[in-house]
């Protein structure tokens, strides 16, 4: 089984494709132009390194949020062309979970004096939601295992630490703005893993997205909204209006150019 990767939800966005449960090759999306002008051909390029066509892949995993709302649209909007042009299904997988999958991939994370095998560990990725807000989620670490301790979230920082008792990892991008005001607040309960995320999200979305197949967990694609998750109702739906909108305008030109990949 072949899974393509998507993440526009973070500033890293990235690409991959993963084959059987193992992770083929993956690809970083380019920091100084907007994701719109650079996901098809990362995603191009992707596939001719990996000698795969588009009638190969099974699924397209896509990150569906917490995250730039922007990415987010930009994201899902081209899973739903691929949809359009092949049958196959999109995946959604949660931002944060893609997060603290791949930090946990990294063997440097692993083995870092911080993460105690021994003993349960919670983990919480943070990323700058704005606002003077973060998204976050908080896990349990424990025996190799990750197991979900709250519902994503778009919180204060000083909200999210009263929720805190005992030691976290903090790690993500949300690490830079509020880190040290974190650190303050909960003083020896917080720990900080700095080192820069070497595996991409994309990496681990494409992975949590061929177990999620696997399950035979599959929704409607033609029903997928991002998870925005701080807005209000007319605030979203709003925002729903308006990539309704931006998808029909790229709707043609989307699809023309995943045909063309398909006929070269």
């Known amino acids: 089984m072949i899974i393509l990767g998507i993440d526009t939800s973070t500033n890293y966005g990235s690409v991959a494709i993963a084959k059987d449960g193992r992770l083929l090759s993956e690809s970083f999306l380019p920091s100084n132009n907007s994701y719109s002008k650079t996901l098809i051909s990362s995603i191009d390029n992707l596939s001719k390194r990996c000698k795969i066509g588009i009638n190969d892949i099974d699924g397209f995993a896509v990150s569906i949020g917490p995250g730039s709302?922007?990415?987010l649209r930009i994201g899902l909007s081209t899973c739903k062309g691929f949809n359009l042009a092949t049958g196959k299904p999109i995946i959604p997988v949660g931002t944060l979970d893609a997060i603290v999958e791949s930090f946990l991939s990294d063997p440097e994370f692993l083995n870092s004096a911080i993460l105690n095998p021994?003993?349960?560990i919670l983990l919480c990725p943070i990323l700058d939601a704005k606002k003077g807000e973060v998204y976050a989620s908080i896990y349990k670490y424990e025996e190799e295992k990750i197991k979900n301790i709250t519902d994503d979230m778009a919180i204060n920082p000083e909200k999210l630490c009263e929720k805190i008792n005992e030691p976290v990892i903090f790690f993500g991008e949300g690490i830079k703005s509020y880190g040290?005001?974190?650190?303050?607040?909960?003083?020896?309960?917080?720990?900080?893993?700095?080192?820069?995320?070497?595996n991409s999200v994309a990496a681990s979305i494409a992975l949590l997205g061929g177990k999620k197949i696997e399950r035979g967990d599959i929704e409607d694609s033609t029903l997928l909204k991002p998870r925005y998750i701080r807005r209000s109702e007319a605030e979203i739906k709003l925002s729903l209006n308006s990539a309704k909108a931006e998808f029909k305008i790229a709707d043609s030109s989307i699809l023309n150019r995943i045909l063309g990949w398909k006929k070269k």
Do not use: E, P, R, V
Not at 183 to 194: D, M, P, R, S, V
């Open 69 to 71: 709302f922007t990415g």
């Open 118 to 120: 021994q003993s349960a």
């Open 180 to 198: 040290d005001f974190i650190k303050n607040k909960l003083n020896g309960l917080a720990h900080f893993y700095n080192d820069a995320q070497k």
